[in-house]
């Protein structure tokens, strides 16, 4: 059975560094295709994709924030670590980790499938 | 980036009758080998989004057979032949041939 549980702050303060970890379990990210991706949702709106890591290590980040995020990978803890500097109040939202398999040949050559999310934690930026 | 739209943003519905939800991209979502790498998500009230269909017409384990999706190059359709009370929620539609991945806006279905 696949999980993922994110955790970090519930309240930043705006300028600081967040720090989001996912720990889970089911599957492991040094598996060939298997990656971890990571999306968020402000209150009341949709959904934006942030960014990737893969198994072999490659990174894929949103265009508009990849100045701003960081995600790294410990598969001995199967955890990923999400940072995003220099928070804003209107980075306030629950962030969500998924589950996301790579079919690197075959009949769906180059297809990210993304099934299973985390519940998700939620971030408020605030002074 | 590419950018997708739903529409409509809101629909209401009756329990019963059929619903459908559009989803339009900035590009073709054309693989090279034929397949179109859209897929549709429902977020329940309170929920994290779950997957419902992908690569545009596969329905996802444990999904209902009421739910069928379609549609090729840069339009996609979302269809529900009989709505039930618990299909209420907001779906979206995500494209993942193109990087970044980009979602649309989503669409609210409840019950009329």
């Known amino acids: 059975q696949v999980t993922l549980r994110e955790s970090g702050p519930a309240l930043v303060k705006p300028t600081q560094t967040l720090t989001l970890t996912c720990t889970f379990s089911?599957?492991?990210?040094?598996?060939?295709?298997?990656?971890l991706t990571w999306i968020r949702q402000p209150p009341g709106k949709g959904l934006e994709w942030l960014a990737r890591i893969d198994w072999d290590d490659d990174k894929y980040y949103s265009t508009s924030l990849k100045t701003r995020l960081t995600i790294s990978k410990d598969t001995s803890k199967n955890q990923v670590v999400l940072t995003m500097t220099n928070m804003d109040p209107v980075d306030t939202a629950t962030y969500y980790c998924?589950?996301?398999?790579?079919?690197?040949?075959?009949?769906?050559?180059?297809?990210?499938?993304?099934?299973?999310w985390g519940k998700g934690t939620t971030v408020t930026v605030s002074s | 980036d590419v950018v997708l739209t739903q529409s409509p943003l809101s629909l209401p519905v009756i329990p019963g009758e059929p619903a459908s939800i559009s989803c339009r991209s900035s590009?073709?979502?054309?693989?090279?080998?034929?397949?179109?790498?859209l897929d549709w998500y429902l977020q329940k009230p309170g929920q994290s989004p779950q997957l419902l269909i992908y690569?545009?017409?596969t329905r996802a384990s444990g999904v209902p057979d009421r739910f069928s999706g379609s549609g090729s190059g840069t339009d996609f359709t979302l269809k529900i032949s009989r709505v039930e009370a618990e299909d209420v929620g907001i779906y979206y539609c995500m494209q993942v041939l193109h990087t970044p991945p980009a979602f649309g806006q989503g669409t609210k279905v409840e019950i009329k």
């Open positions: 089911g599957f492991a990210l040094n598996t060939s295709g298997m990656c």
């Open positions: 690569l545009t017409s």
């Open positions: 590009r073709s979502l054309q693989h090279s080998n034929g397949n179109h790498y």
């Open positions: 998924a589950r996301t398999y790579y079919y690197v040949s075959g009949t769906y050559s180059n297809y990210y499938h993304t099934d299973v």
